[in-house]
């Protein structure tokens, strides 16, 4: 561990890429995982963007269904770590995957949400979008078009939100150490985020219980679970 203490110290930049490992020991299923949501439910038939055009309503039951269960949920200690981590490295980004608003609950800053938020609403007619209340039922509609609302949600055939993707890819180009956790980097196009770091000659750190194919080539392949692995890497940065 302690090169990568020195890296951390030393560096200008570090940034957090974010997946559904990471919200495992909150209590929330992974995509891929061994009890993973997909063992049990269909993605092109509940979150993919034609699935919410052919029928908005069961779409919005599986999100409604999912709200329920991540409103029941806490920051895991790695999400706390990050944010502790963060207070000491001030220039640093988290860049997540995840829906579920717990970097932001465990006090983060510098988030970007690049799959949206499971809390929020809009609108693919006229673009509003706001949190969503339980009040709106389901399937919600638009108080300024009238039209059915889409969960605030990046679902499966659907681009990412430009201005913040453009961000992203800023966020990930100038950084000199990405820690990479809790994601199985199947997903597109955020799984490229780390060549873009690579390419700025960054430290990666992959943070994962399970092999992927970013662990041959990353700076240090850390196994283990992100709520064991972060609060440790914390604590490099109180070591004298
Ligand atoms: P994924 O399900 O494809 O992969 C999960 C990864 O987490 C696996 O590599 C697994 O080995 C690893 N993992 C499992 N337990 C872990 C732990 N304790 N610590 C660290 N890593 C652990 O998930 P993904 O790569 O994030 O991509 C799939 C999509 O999942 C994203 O689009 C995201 O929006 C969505 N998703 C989000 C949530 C959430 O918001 N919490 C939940 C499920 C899925």
Redo the contacts with the bound molecule.
């Keep these: 561990m302690y090169p990568l203490r020195d890296f951390l110290i030393k560096s200008k930049r570090a940034v957090f890429l ?9 209590g ?6 061994k009890d ?3 063992k049990q439910y269909d993605p092109s038939k509940l979150a993919s963007i034609s699935a919410f055009l052919d029928n908005p309503a069961l779409v919005w039951e599986f999100y409604r269904y ?1 709200q329920d269960l ?1 409103s029941k949920c806490h920051p ?1 200690r ?1 999400h706390l770590a990050i944010s502790q981590i963060q207070k000491e490295k001030e220039n640093s980004w988290v860049l ?5 608003n ?1 970097h932001n609950q465990a006090g983060s800053k510098n988030i970007i949400e ?3 938020n ?1 809390f929020r609403i809009s609108c693919i007619n006229c673009g509003y979008n706001d949190n969503y209340n339980v009040i709106m039922g389901v399937p919600p509609r638009c108080p300024k078009c009238g039209d059915v609302l889409k969960p605030g ?2 679902l499966f055939g659907e681009s990412l939100p430009q201005k913040d993707w453009a961000k992203a890819i800023e966020i990930a180009s100038s950084c000199d150490i990405m820690f990479v ?7 597109s196009p ?2 490229i985020l780390p060549s873009y770091a690579k390419e700025n000659n960054a430290v990666i750190v992959e ?4 092999l ?1 194919w970013l662990s041959e080539s990353a700076d240090f392949s850390l196994k ?6 972060l609060p440790k890497i914390h604590d490099l940065l109180k070591c004298g």
């Design positions: 974010t997946g559904s490992g990471i919200s495992k020991e909150s929330i299923p992974t995509f891929r995982g993973g949501l997909w999912r991540i895991s790695a997540t995957q995840n829906v579920d717990l690049l799959h949206g499971i949600v990046v956790v809790g994601t199985s980097l199947n997903v955020v799984n943070i994962n219980p399970e992927t283990g679970s992100a709520s064991d692995v």
